[in-house]
């Protein structure tokens, strides 16, 4: 790796580490731009080499926060897209010699169609010298970018298909695309939100706050009032941090409680989530992506006496389970949670679930 | 046991969770006061109450908060002098125009009570936080010139007569003509809200006196020329309630909606109340109107201690009522008490066991028509002592050593918000020695879990605190949920402290047994199938997380390493400003405060009452047995 490229990469592991850069949305940027660069500004001419170079960098960047899973879905798509870019010149260069061929290797490995045929996965076959690949990869990795920056826009418009008139929806802290979907609906219809305030970090107040001012009629209950209010609502719209392989939420705290009170009172649970935090990961344990905090937030130190008798705890995250989502609705429009397999099938290569070097 | 030295454990003191002064200079003092508080508390206490209580002993404040009158008037009065300032702020008693000058940076349409922080909140914290109980006992008898007042003279000018007397010193120099003054400042108020919302100038009060004057002369509408109405100005939130008032006078149902804030689903509740003895009659007992300014103050909440100061109160009264010519005490008693029952419904609206209570008070009045007065009286005494004792006191004792039962070694017991009667189940199981850990969850607004945690920590019980939003974090390593109950309903629904469904569903979720401590006095044959046709709304204000109005709590900082994942307020949320201040500006936004919330009967394993382990369906069943009393 070149020496500029890797102060490049320096710089945005410490960011990560120090939690000066966090959100999955400013992490999935970053690492993008990140990759862009570092694709085209080091050496290299075979597929396996630029692989495991972002694998590499990859690895540094999943190593520095664990918790932001957005980072290693980023770069399990730029892999992909290398993947499929080299399957595309091989492909072209083969149909020039045999057209027979053509469609099997354009797929992804496990589309159904090609179940019985020769597997594409085998990653030797990348081995082959780039002639102007790096343009085309880089283009590809590019349209990654646009998607991102797309993504409120694809997830919002379609707000309208499924927010009603004078519904009552529910949500818990703040989340940018929760936020533009609910401005976009009001701008059609008219409903009421009632946000719970998620202490301790209070970003559902903020985010009733910023609802307010978008004319959208927001009240702010206490956390303590979501199952007693759950019965009225129609309709239950989360944010979060990340989506697992199982439809699973990582989201954050209090999300389980009103995800759960939403199953009780037979309450749909609509995520609007990015397909960027969509990760191949599967929680082996509900703490296995959480982070806790500061808590301070908790229990200040004002009952310094207190504090030293007692354990606090301030979790982050929430794990919920995927039976309590009714529905994702991604960039790419609305998904059960039991489809989520199929869009990560098409989106990231089985090879890249781990991030092991290759041999 | 002795019942009143009982009720010290039902004695909650927020005192304790007030908190810290604005700015940040002050910071420094507020997280140093607690440990100057433990080392010096004696010294303190005696600078709380220097001549009411001597001893600052749990017994002393147990008599000092149960019985409030037995304060020695005179000499609470001129001792109180120096700090009447700070004692007048913190009870609300400041004068009309002190609150409306707060409450002016909020544009009037807030409720002062926040706005009073400063130095009384500070003080009131290093007051406050040496020992709970301690700290509690100061704040009703510093009440002492207020009720103690009246005590001495007559019952029957009660009612005004508190006003005189919390206010008289302070107000000098427009004390001739106080009543047209606050009439006209209200007067005042309501032209300048019709104008605009925007902030009122100050002006001092000598500038708004004149002002005052001269509006006085124009012709006055909705108010009558009350005088106990003049003292609804010295009561926090008496300022919202005005404007309220006055929108409503002039039909501004508009207004009245922007001030209110009312959510359209909790219309039919009543929009949150405040100490407000304008609403009271003239002639109620001192003992019933202390009671209740505590009660809508949350300086008593809690249904069994709500329950007993209202028995208590009304003893008293009983013992000072004076039989009118023509008529006996059991005949008369239940019109004279009348007013009273009604007044503490407008204070705060009735607790289930108040209701019980009060209910069982009047069938024994009923039963007894034809006694003497002094046997009587004494009878009725007697009968509200052995209520106390019976219903309340041993049927606790019974339900903890019950609960003792439930409770082994290595077991990890969560609970919610703080029950008196789990508290002392979960202290009698340290005493006992049980090796159990215990999960305290708490929410906001008022924290409450915090006073459970203190004390649970300081007996030494192994303790965790979370919030509500923690509870899937912090259930999969509990193994038992221990609940309190504030009723429990004929269909078995669990109406208690609003927060508690998600905590009970959380555990039925994951099949961890849920009991609930609950007495049998607290059984209403009401049913209720959600938490709509029947709660309680409190003052939407407390949601407001500015420094004023934290309850004690530091979360309500801002945190930037928190709010840093999405950036943008983490600035101006770290200067402390809370999100929501002026809140009211924003059309379209609303708070919520709900009190309560209705647990259904499918996620409570067990109730836990003094006669014995019942399922909560059981409830009618239990009722049936009180039959003849609940039809009164």
Redesign the interface.
Known sequence: MSKGTNDLVDILVAKLKR??L??SS?VAQATLKLLIVVISKNNWSKANDLLNLVRSVGQRLIEANLTELAIGNIVRRVLHVIREEFRDAEASSKSDDNSEFQSAPLTTSSSMYNLLSETGSDDKEFTHASSNLRSDIIQEVRDIRIELDTIYENIKNQATNHIHSNEIIMTIG?S?TVEEFLKMASSKRKF?V?VA???????G??M??E???A???????????????M??VNKVILGTHAVLANGGLVA???T??MA??AK?HSIPVVVCTGLYKLSPLYPHD??SF?VV??P???????????ME????????Y??VSPEFVNLFITNQGGHPPSYLYRLIVENYDPNDHSFDPLA | MDPKKKTVGFVPDHDADT??SPGGSNNTS??NS??SA?SNTPDLSSTTNNSTTSTPNPAGSAAASSQPRSINTSGARSSYEPMKSSYEEQWGLTPPSRSQKTASPRDGSGFPAKDQGGSNKKENKIKASGLGIQANAGSPSTDGPQTSNSTSSAPPSAGGAPSSGGKGGSQKPTAPSQKSMTKAERRELQEKQKAEKAARVSAGLPASGKKAAQVLNQPNSGFSPNPSKSLATSFPGAEAEKAIAAAESTGQARRREKLTKE???FAHLDPPKFANTALAPKDLHPAVVHAGLQMAQFKICGANARCVATLNAFRKAIQDYQTPPNTTLSRHIQTYLNPHISYLVTCRPMAVSMGNAIRYLKYEIGKNLELPDEDARALFVEKIDNFIRDRITMADQVITSLGLQKIQDGDVILTYARSSVVQGLLLAAHAKGIKFKVIVVD???RFEG?QL??AL??AGV?????????????M?EVNKVILGAHSLLSNGALYS???T??VA??AH?RKIPVIVCCETYKFSERVQL???VQ?EIGNPDE?V?DQSNNF??????G?P?????????AAS?AAGAG??TG?RE?????????L????PSEFVTVVITEVGLIPCTSVPVILREFLPMMQQ
């Open positions: 939690r000066q966090v959100g400013a703040r940018r009421h009632l305030e998620t202490a301790p970090s209070y970003l107040q903020e009733a706050l609802l307010s001012k004319g959208v009629e927001a009240t702010i209950i206490p956390d303590s009032a979501v199952f007693a209010v019965s009225r954050i705290s209090g389980h409680m759960a009170a009780h509900e703490d959480n905090t500061n301070d937030a908790v229990l200040g130190f004002e009952d310094g006496d207190l008798k007692v354990t606090v705890t301030n979790p982050y929430d794990y | 908190t810290t507020t997280v607690p440990v433990f959510i359209g689903l929410s906001r607004p915090k945690l203190r920590a300081s192994p303790c965790t605190y979370v919030l509500l939003t923690a509870i899937g974090h912090v999969r402290r609003a927060g469904a998600v569903m959380s979720e959600d938490s709509f709660n949601l997380n004690g709590h530091s979360s309500t900082r945190h390493s928190v709010r840093g994942a999405n950036g943008g307020d949320a999100v929501l809140w924003s059309r379209d936004l609303k708070l919520l405060n709900l309560y919330d209705l647990t």
